[in-house]
């Protein structure tokens, strides 16, 4: 398996503009998460998914960010207005849960999200 | 609210000694605690699992303890190369394989 795939690897984009960044999990895990990663905050979690279905989004900053994952493949993270203080590497993982408690999670390369 | 915090000043150590970080955490009780790496432009890499009712791990020349009592975890890292140069991360979790991260400290080891 190729690993936890994120596309694009860069995106700059104007203020005001929707942004989307894309996660393609390891084939086979269960759970898929965003998180988003600066300097100030470190890494906090957005939202995460099990089975597609979301479960936890209460790390989503406000509305203006949405996340889907339409199917066990393929996730999107979306942004809409975009704005300056969202600038950060944003961060997807994957795990499977081996019936036992904690797994490691799988990290993709990020998407590093700047908003001039 | 929970909170993680480990040391947010580098750590520099020389080339073979024990690499020593911390990660405390306070109004929390987690199920188990993870220690990933990550370098420069790069996601985190997991390193190490352990649960709160083991008290040790070891993996080559990585150990790390946990004191649910003390509400801390120790990542050692011995006979440290220029290589293990990065910054480290904790992260604690609970049923669900929701995790949360501390801020992570950066490891500097020189030749």
């Known amino acids: 398996d190729a690993g936890v795939i994120q596309s694009p690897r860069h995106e700059v984009t104007e203020m005001g503009q929707e942004v989307t960044l894309r996660c393609k999990p390891i084939?086979?895990?269960?759970?898929l998460f965003w998180y988003r990663q600066t300097m100030m905050r470190g890494l906090e979690l957005l939202i995460y998914?099990?089975?597609?279905?979301?479960?936890?989004d209460s790390g989503m900053p406000e509305d203006r960010f949405s996340a889907k994952m339409p199917n066990a493949s393929f996730s999107t993270l979306k942004i809409q207005p975009s704005e300056p203080r969202d600038s950060a590497v944003y961060f997807c993982?994957?795990?499977?849960?081996?019936?036992?408690?904690?797994?490691?999670?799988?990290f993709g390369q990020g998407t590093r999200l700047t908003v001039v | 609210s929970q909170k993680i915090e480990q040391n947010s000043e580098a750590l520099n150590i020389q080339e073979g000694k024990t690499a020593t970080l911390t990660c405390n955490y306070t109004?929390?009780?987690?199920?188990?605690l993870q220690w990933y790496r990550q370098d420069p432009g790069r996601g985190p890499v997991f390193l190490l699992l352990?649960?709160?009712?083991?008290k040790e791990k070891r993996k080559e020349r990585l150990k790390v303890t946990f004191d649910t009592t003390l509400k801390q975890s120790l990542f050692h890292i011995t006979a440290s190369q220029p290589a293990d140069s990065a910054t480290y991360l904790c992260?604690?979790?609970?049923?669900?394989?929701?995790?949360?991260f501390g801020g992570g400290t950066r490891l500097m080891v020189k030749p």
């Open positions: 084939s086979g895990h269960d759970y």
């Open positions: 109004n929390y009780s987690p199920a188990y």
């Open positions: 998914f099990n089975n597609n279905v979301p479960i936890d």
């Open positions: 992260a604690l979790g609970r049923a669900g394989n929701m995790l949360t």
């Open positions: 993982a994957s795990t499977y849960p081996l019936g036992s408690l904690g797994t490691e999670a799988f």
């Open positions: 352990i649960r709160e009712n083991e």
